[in-house]
């Protein structure tokens, strides 16, 4: 793991970096000069330093070699050949280290009820609303090593959220109670008991056994403990699919990442007779306005018409209460009640969010009637515990951080060597503060004190001393490399972090891909429509792309004053060919103007899909125009990976913004699953575009998925200016690629205002059901004219030939 940290600090893609080097030597040895094509000479890597890192590495494997030769040798009951049981076994012991003296023990159950603040009249202040995460289901896809169905499952399914970090059961089962699970493979759940609020990454920790013919034989179905959100800035609900492996099954998550959202807490009574004693089930469920399709089961009582559990009051005992909802959203309630002779009744209900209180419904299901009581609550991170953490901190502040982070920074042995990072930020980040500063301020994650391990005050006291030692090694070569660097550019700005980490990623490019895609600047030369015609290859098929909706400058920085003159580009970079897939391209002298008002920059790209499959980049080189060229002032320049191996299994929308020195920029882009290329062209087949009178268009295209977010095509402007139209009656639009799920639709909207009456506006719009080859042809009428929409499919390939 640390190595892997290692590498990841020296350079982009190590094992392509590994590749290039055994290259470089070759061409070393052989005389020829770096660089190839033409193009400018490539710096040569020092010989030293690249000993030095090969010894480093070579140190740190041996190390880890030896602590795992150890661990095994300590542990001989544990299977290591599961990770996921691993890492579960390691985020205990880090769980107890942690939080287990403010929290109590790792098996606590979360002491926090529902419906906190429904009575609470005003709430205190720091009560609001909160993104959540709503668990919809637990399912076991697949068994493996020769387990058979039917299984019978028991053990516990939970959630820890920031709040208190105890366990917030969403299933749980004992030995003598398990789930039989055949035909349906889903666990039916009973939780979680109060809504799951993000702000620091959620964990999901799950314990399921099979139970055998005795208890000795009992295995461990899934035993995991994984993070289901990082820290990030999401602007949209989405839904969210993960798989995890484990050495017997393979088990399935669904569960959405709730917006802004209170906490629902739902009861059902009936209040018009009782319900039937046999002969009749029910299934009653509850959905949110933007997850509709995927529902939370509050109650299945089955297919055997078994009868339901009604306590004396006529309240139905409900297997799960909880549901996030979006703030500005919609609760709907639905049951549907299921006859023995084949009869079905279903009543639904809306209900609005409220920050508190409680909203009431009736639901007419036939043959009774059922009151529907919503409880209302906002959530706070406060979990009313005051209770201050006594463990010793010798001079250190031990922060609190999440346990899987924990487990990445902090080594079990203060003597086991860190890898010394070679990039910018990690150099940057040790020497930016003061080398007296205190522990928080020094190395990031370092500066906890690694004691998992001891046992006494006094041992405590020699790891600090240790520890001290080590972070001060540390330091003096971080602090040494950094101003090394500082010397030998003068001319950069260092406290600008994102441009620092811009150029580091140039440099890391040039010496990884300049032999085979040519120059950094180049763009790239894969066009769209690249499999629209048969025959395909076999490796071209639907994949997994990204879509960028806009880019905002969000804010302006240091003095800087609305309206901007803007140029420059951004790019995006995938691995298909790492060359620049230009989003906006303006030289100097064709700048974009921005206002307060208006500070969406216009795009023009991409010119293909934009895959993902390793880390897909974004670059941005944008500068502000002055009076004089040498005037000019860098608005945004920064690198930045949009995606990583962990790639959501569904399609999403996510906002993220960047901080540079003069402002802050806003990008939107959607993650699109299983999707292929849509390039749109528009063509006037039936009369003319208006010359004179100033009539403008404005073209859309958006999918199914993400029907609120759609991809500008062409806004030919407020200022009625003349749409550009060739010869053959051809509209040149401003983009035409967009990626779309082959399961799904693409729409095509054409919005035209009249030049002669401003508030005269005509809309048309077509829908396209995607293809993975050819093309799709349909006409609007848009009413002074009628226009051919034609869209090219093409299925794409991840190889650059």
Known sequence: ?????????????TREEEDDESETK??????????GGGEPSRKKRDPEAVSRFKQRSAALFAKLKEEFERKVAEHPDVDWSDSLVIDASSYRKDWDYVWSQAYGSFDKITPIPPMRYTTADPGPDYASEHDAVQIFCVKIRELRRGLQWPIHVFGLVAARDVIDHNRNIIFNRTRDDCQLTQEVPYLLLTGPTRAVVVVDPVDFEVALKVKGSIESEDKDLSFLAVQLTRISNISGTHLINKEYTSKLSTLELTFGYIVRSVEATINVRVIDGSWPEEGFSARITAHTSSRKDYRVLLLDSGDEMKKMSVTADGMIELSRRVVSVEFEGELEVSVAAFGSNCNYMEA??????????????????????????????????????????????FGYSISPSPPRQLRLLIVSSPARSSPIPSSPRAIRGAVARP??????????????IPMSHVRSASAAADAASDWQKVRAEWFARFKEE?????????DVDWSDELAIDARHYRESWERIYARAYGPFDKSTSIPPMRYTAEPVPFDASEQYTLQIFCVKIKELRRGLQWPIHVFGLIAARDTIDHNRNMVFDRTRDDCQTLTQEDPYLLLTGPTRAVGVCDPVYLEAVLRVKGSTESEDEDLSFFTVPLTDVNRP????LITREYTSKLSTLELTFGYVVRSVEATIKARIVDGSWPEEDGSSARFTACTSSLKHNGVLLLDSGDKRRKMRVDADGVVGLSRRVVSVELEGELEVSVVTFDGSNICSKMEAEIRFV?????ESCVELDVGFCKMEITVAWSCLSLSCR
């Open 1 to 13: 793991m640390e190595k892997d940290k290692v590498q990841e600090e020296a350079g982009i893609e």
């Open 26 to 35: 070759r061409e070393r040895e052989s005389g020829e000069i770096e660089g």
């Open 348 to 393: 639904e209900e809306k209900f609005t969010p409220k920050d508190d209180g409680e909203s009431k419904a009736e639901l007419d299901v036939g043959f009774r009637k059922l009151e529907v009581t919503v409880f209302w609550s906002l959530m706070s991170l406060n979990p009313d515990l005051s209770i201050e953490d006594p463990r010793p901190s």
């Open 435 to 448: 080398a007296a500063a205190s522990a928080e301020s020094c190395l990031g994650g370092f500066n906890r």
């Open 482 to 490: 950094y101003e090394r660097k500082v010397a030998e550019h003068p």
């Open 649 to 652: 299994r569904e399609t999403c």
């Open 770 to 774: 995607p293809e993975e080859v050819g």
